[in-house]
């Protein structure tokens, strides 16, 4: 199983990024999958997740601003992200579960990250 997680960079306050991870080795469309982020220092956090049908959660600190995503027939996964701001500044990782659940433990396949950062 892969996951091959882009799209991150360097971005202003306020701006957008959409994050992508494609995904082979694994029936797609079976499995949950989750975007996670983890900044220096701190703990890796759940930032959304998506089932196979497309039903989606986001973590609090959301709040409307991120939008997960996913193509079935692509095999990948979206995060669209708007209104950045400088806490969202880490590196975001994707995942995948059989379980739906924000609980980083439950992710048995992980991409290898793409930095955001984002500046004031």
């Known amino acids: 199983v892969q996951l091959q997680a882009s799209g991150g960079g360097l971005v202003q306050a306020g701006g957008s990024l959409r994050l992508s991870c494609a995904a082979s080795?694994?029936?797609?469309?079976?499995?949950?999958m989750g975007w996670f982020r983890q900044a220096p220092g701190k703990e890796r956090e759940f930032v959304a997740r998506?089932?196979?049908?497309?039903?989606?959660d986001y973590g609090d600190f959301v709040k409307g601003r991120f939008t997960i995503s996913r193509d079935n027939a692509k095999n990948t996964v979206y995060l669209q992200m708007n209104s950045l701001k400088p806490e969202d500044s880490a590196v975001y990782y994707c995942?995948?579960?059989?379980?739906?659940?924000?609980?980083?433990?439950?992710?048995?396949?992980w991409g290898q990250g793409t930095q955001v950062t984002v500046s004031s």
């Open positions: 995942a995948a579960s059989v379980r739906y659940t924000g609980a980083v433990h439950e992710y048995g396949y």
């Open positions: 998506i089932s196979g049908n497309g039903i989606t």
């Open positions: 080795g694994l029936t797609f469309r079976n499995y949950i």
